[in-house]
């Protein structure tokens, strides 16, 4: 295994699945808890619900950490309600999320090496 450029967020690594989702979800800017659990919920096909206590345990952990920052910036009173509170990556979780997108991917590559996965664009399946 290749060893991580970034020693500032090796501490974090690896990341809980669902923490590692949180966090791909804000990459593409802010968002406030219900809309990130229904796009976690969306982008693992159902496999992923998040619990209200669950999401915003990690939240608050995520921003003790200085993974991720609160938005100061609200939408449109009239598009929005005022008690939503919004999330962004912040420097550092960026290198966080991008640092285990990287480790994963080595580690996908390793499998596939070893046969234990096909090929991408394949139509192979899983063989015992």
Do not use: Q
Not at 15 to 44: A, D, Q, W
Not at 91 to 99: E, T
Not at 108 to 116: F, G, Q, T
């Amino acid at each position: 295994m290749t060893k991580l450029r970034d020693p500032d967020v090796a501490v974090f690594l690896p990341l809980n699945p669902v923490v590692f989702r949180i966090l791909m979800v804000l990459t593409e800017g802010e968002r406030h808890g219900y809309s990130i659990v229904k796009e976690v919920e969306k982008e693992s096909g159902g496999a992923i619900a998040i619990e209200p206590g669950n999401l915003y345990r990690s939240l608050r952990k995520l921003l003790a950490e200085g993974i991720i920052e609160e938005s100061a910036r609200r939408p449109d009173p009239s598009d929005d309600d005022a008690r939503r509170r919004y999330f962004r990556l912040s420097a550092l979780g960026r290198r966080v999320v991008r640092a285990e997108a990287a480790r994963l991917d080595e580690l996908v590559r390793d499998a596939r090496a070893r046969d234990l996965l096909p090929e991408p664009g394949t139509a192979e399946g899983l063989t015992g």
